[in-house]
């Protein structure tokens, strides 16, 4: 008899499912997306999807080297990384990014964690937002045809209108991996296989679109709603970033808890938030959280559950099978809710008051030779026209909020006025009001509302900067980054803070072109 | 919805192997070997000595107290020893050694069919414990225990436990489809015990004859019906039977008396009608022999004492070529891996599946580290999570693995392990944990006094 018999405790049957199984299912599901991202967009995109897919196991493959430990690259979690990190590139992302964000991916965020099972946030949107912030420019860059445009989410924080079916189709002008149709193909084909978690991913959705018809300002308006859901890696952030194993809750509750607070946290910074990047920052925010569901949300075994059904006993009615910790967060929020639109109510008259008072004092400082400033028919007509939507075009985001003409105790004209927004700041809306003199050069610059960087962002407030604009009127103002602005029109940026110039140059060129087309002499 | 339960696991069933194949009696030749413990409880006392003559359904050992089963000899011949050998957990265990004459003389008497309706309560369950008969679902409880409940009345559900929920062994399947009428005769038996119970005949949907047959053979019988459930492990423990019929989940703590339930083997009640109606004890049950590394597998009624090899040997060994790597003793999710066939059989054996290939070993090559994908939490048909459970062990911290996570509520049906992706053991370190668990309670318990 064979006497070479293994031993082992029951039980001595696997399923065949490995984790390389899973992983390899992940990537097949993604494989739609992947094409219709790189046949829309592009050798660049093929670029971007290879490197970034490459350097991810590669990486892998020397962190496990210099590590001593085995190689883990056949597991193809390193690949599953790469891959979504990609697709939440832009097609037009310098092919350094990809390199430099799944290197960050794999060994940053998740080899020095222990590897695979161990890395407390999703290591693909680690590298997306690390590239976010050391990049921010290039990697909010898309073109069309070659030239920078705005992405639909710009578009929609515009309060443009987008086409909702070149978002769905993955046609838009956005990340490589924007296809809702095919992320959607493959991420219920996934929760079908029981691959993800489904109250995750359905969670995450509803969270997001109920906060976002309650709070966004615009109700419960399908296409606005709908808008938003195609956008912005709303669908891969719901089926395929935040239903990462590793990084989830494992009871089903958690699971629930942490989809909703990804939807909620999602439409919250999206709507109050500066980024379009929303959904990103609320999954790594969501998956810090994780350990603390985990540690206060343990499932108990079905026969210790309040409600489980006694022998003889009706089934218990739907309400009271709703976990308790379920109503209580549902009640919070709704509190929360109401209370703070309730103070933003109340407050908002206060708030606009002071606003415009502010703004009229700032008025007296940029055309101090004023007495009174006074209105015209035509820039009033003018202005009702443009009100509240972004001006002209080549400005960025900027939007003209009043205009006036200064003038002084005899009726003459001493200058003009022009308070114009700019969306465009590294931090929320800068507005300031631009005065001319008589001659229609500019007189003087006064910010009321700039919350840029301190010591960067912040000194556009400064006349190193500021200052540059005075006395002339060589519009439309160009910036450079040389550090000598020579020529009549070009304004030096302020180191490192070329987001906030760009922003400031580009509203007062709005503010300028507004003059000179409805308020200059003789218009 | 189908009857069944929440969680559990979808393994090859591999049962097409031998489910076709009909119960075949298997006489050995060789020397028998009854260990004196077979059963859950206090190990039987032998009441035979060396070079003492035995006939078949001779009783050889007696029962220890109320825990505990009498051993009945299942060939004639004569004693050759009582002493320590080796069985099938790998342990040493005090044995009778019986030299068989080949001739399987029976005792007088036994066999002739006798008219059981007029039994009392209490002689039926003496005719039960007299037969020295234990749970044959695997366990091995003495089964006149289980039928003497506190309070006979409360009990709502006789539970026939036909599911055969474990992989490859169809033995169970094979004796419903011939003996159901038999089944039904020791159901209703056990039926009188319980003047309020119903008694449910569960098979799983997977074995559509034994569910004829059943059906068919239960009819005209009052309180009695035949419930298919569905094909799903582990549909055939006593919890998930329990579930799915009664609708209960309950803690470990409490037995299934404490719900109104008595849950018994098909093979069980099997035996029950040979002891009560034709006063033959418990020495032979169905048994399946099966795996791919068998060259004829087959269904058998075998005898108490036989060594595994030898009923291997005579229904011709292992197939050609083939190296055996795994020897189960029941299937694979719940059964023995033992290293020798040389032991003998007991009482609650019901199958060998041996494998030309170790899947614990193929799965080892490939574990990786946990991905917290949940499927544990899934398929546990407690409702545990078993891989916070598995940290919480693994760092030692048993306060929380049995106060807050509930570990020791586990019922060790091995469906996590089967489940799980990265491979990872997960019911060994439950196991383990248990075993440290109750150590502890003993020394503390220990140090109180």
Redesign the interface.
């Given at each position: 008899?064979?006497?070479?018999?293994?031993?082992?405790?029951?039980?001595?049957?696997?399923?065949r499912?490995?984790?390389?199984?899973?992983m390899k299912v992940v990537l097949l599901s993604l494989l739609p997306t992947t094409v219709v991202g790189v046949v829309v967009n592009g050798w660049n995109a093929l670029a971007v999807v290879l490197l970034s897919v490459g350097t991810a196991v590669l990486s892998e493959w020397i962190f496990n080297k210099i590590c001593h430990k085995p190689s883990?690259i056949w597991?193809c979690s390193a690949a599953v990384t790469g891959l979504l990190l990609a697709l939440s590139l832009s097609p037009d992302t310098p092919l350094y990014a990809p390199v430099i964000g799944a290197a960050f991916a794999i060994v940053v965020a998740k080899g020095c964690f222990?590897?695979?099972?161990?890395n407390f946030i999703n290591p693909a949107l680690a590298g997306r937002c690390f590239l976010l912030i050391s990049f921010g420019k290039a990697m909010s860059t898309f073109t069309v045809d070659g030239v920078s445009a705005a992405t639909p989410m710009a578009d929609l924080a515009a309060g443009k209108a987008v086409n909702v079916t070149q978002m769905f189709l993955g046609t838009s002008n956005a990340v490589i991996g924007s296809s809702i149709l095919c992320m959607l193909i493959g991420g219920l084909a996934l929760w079908v296989l029981?691959v993800i978690?489904g109250q995750i991913c359905f969670s995450v959705l509803g969270g997001f679109t109920v906060c976002m018809g309650l709070f966004g300002g615009q109700g419960f308006d399908p296409r606005f709603l709908l808008a938003h859901l195609c956008g912005g890696g709303v669908v891969m952030g719901a089926f395929f970033m935040a239903t990462d194993?590793?990084t989830?809750p494992?009871?089903?509750i958690g699971?629930f808890v942490y989809g909703v607070l990804i939807g909620v946290m999602g439409a919250i910074f999206r709507i109050h938030g500066s980024t379009a990047d929303s959904f990103s920052y609320s999954i790594i925010v969501a998956n810090l959280l994780t350990p603390l569901i985990?540690t206060y949300i343990?499932?108990?075994?079905?026969?210790?559950?309040k409600l489980?059904?006694?022998?003889g006993t009706e089934k218990t009615p739907l309400l009271q099978r709703i976990p308790r910790p379920v109503i209580t967060l549902t009640v919070i929020t709704l509190v929360a809710g109401v209370a703070l639109s309730g103070v933003y109510a109340m407050t908002k008259d206060t708030i606009d008051q002071q606003k415009a008072e502010a703004a009229r004092a700032s008025y007296r400082v940029v055309v101090p030779e004023a007495e009174s400033f006074e209105s015209t028919d035509a820039i009033d007509a003018a202005l009702s026209e443009v009100r509240g939507s972004v001006y002209g075009s080549g400005f960025g985001r900027s939007k003209i909020n009043e205009a006036f003409i200064g003038k002084d105790a005899a009726g003459q004209v001493v200058g003009y006025v022009v308070s114009v927004t700019s969306s465009d700041g590294f931090d929320g809306d800068i507005t300031f009001a631009l005065g001319l003199n008589a001659e229609g050069a500019v007189n003087g610059i006064s910010f009321t509302e700039l919350h840029e960087t301190p010591g960067m962002g912040m000194r556009a407030d400064e006349d190193s900067f500021k200052g540059q604009l005075i006395g002339r009127s060589e519009y439309p103002f160009k910036m450079t980054k040389s550090g000598e602005g020579s020529a009549a029109n070009e304004i030096d940026a302020i180191s490192g803070a070329s987001v906030t110039s760009g922003a400031v140059i580009n509203a007062a060129n709005a503010a300028l072109d507004f003059y000179e087309s409805f308020m200059k002499e003789g218009n | 919805m189908r009857n069944t339960f929440r969680g559990g696991v979808h393994p090859e069933g591999h049962k097409e192997l031998s489910r076709e194949l009909p119960l075949k009696l298997f006489d050995p030749k060789g020397e028998m070997v009854f260990p004196l413990q077979q059963h859950i409880g206090k190990p039987a006392k032998p009441i035979v000595k060396k070079n003492d003559p035995v006939l078949v359904g001779q009783r050889i050992a007696e029962a220890d107290g109320f825990v505990s089963a009498h051993i009945v000899s299942s060939c004639s011949g004569t004693v050759k020893a009582i002493e320590k050998r080796r069985i099938l957990t790998g342990a040493l265990m005090e044995c009778i050694v019986i030299e068989n004459d080949g001739a399987f003389t029976p005792v007088e008497g036994m066999g002739q069919k006798r008219d059981a309706s007029g039994l009392s309560r209490e002689e039926l369950l003496r005719c039960i414990q007299d037969a020295g008969i234990v749970g044959l679902g695997g366990a091995g409880f003495p089964t006149h225990v289980k039928l003497s409940p506190k309070d006979p009345a409360a009990i709502r559900y006789l539970i026939a436990n036909g599911a055969e929920c474990e992989p490859y062994l169809t033995c169970n399947d094979q004796l419903m489809r011939t003996r159901a009428k038999e089944i039904v005769e020791g159901l209703v038996l056990t039926l009188s015990l319980f003047p309020n119970a119903e008694a449910v005949i569960c098979v799983e949907d997977n074995k559509p004859e034994a569910i004829e047959a059943m059906r068919a053979a239960a009819e005209g019988h009052a309180r009695t019906k035949v419930l298919p459930m569905k094909t799903k492990y582990p549909q055939g423990g006593e919890r998930s039977l329990i579930k799915a019929v009664a609708g209960v989940d309950f803690p470990i703590s409490r037995l299934p008396a404490d719900v109104g339930c008595v849950v018994c083997n098909v093979g069980t009640l099997y035996a029950i009608e040979r002891a009560v109606v034709y006063g033959e004890p418990l020495f032979s049950q169905c048994f399946t022999l099966t795996g791919e590394a068998v060259a004829h597998p087959g269904n058998y009624i075998v005898r108490d004492g036989t060594s595994f090899a030898e009923l291997l040997e005579a229904a011709g060994g292992l197939k050609e070529g083939v190296t055996l790597k795994k020897a189960l003793v029941g299937g694979p999710m719940m059964g023995i891996a033992i290293g020798s066939l040389d032991v003998p059989i007991q009482k609650q054996n019901n199958g060998l599946t041996l494998l030309p290939e170790d899947p614990v070993e193929l799965a080892e090559k490939r574990q990786t580290a946990c991905l917290h994908c949940g499927r544990c939490t899934t398929v546990c048909p407690v409702g545990l999570s078993p891989q916070v459970m598995s940290d919480a062990a693994l760092a030692g911290d048993y306060e929380r693995y049995e106060k807050k996570l509930h570990g020791l509520e586990c019922v060790q049906c091995g469906s996590c392990t089967f489940a799980c992706p990265a491979k990872r053991p997960l019911m060994q370190t439950f196991k383990q944990a248990k075993a440290e668990i109750m150590a502890n309670k003993r020394k503390e318990g220990g140090a109180k006094k």
């Open positions: 008899m064979n006497t070479a018999i293994n031993l082992s405790t029951a039980p001595h049957l696997r399923d499912w490995t984790t390389p199984f899973i883990s597991d222990g590897g695979l099972g161990k029981d978690h194993y590793v989830s494992v009871t089903k699971q985990d343990v499932q108990k075994p079905f026969a210790y559950r489980a059904r006694k022998p | -």
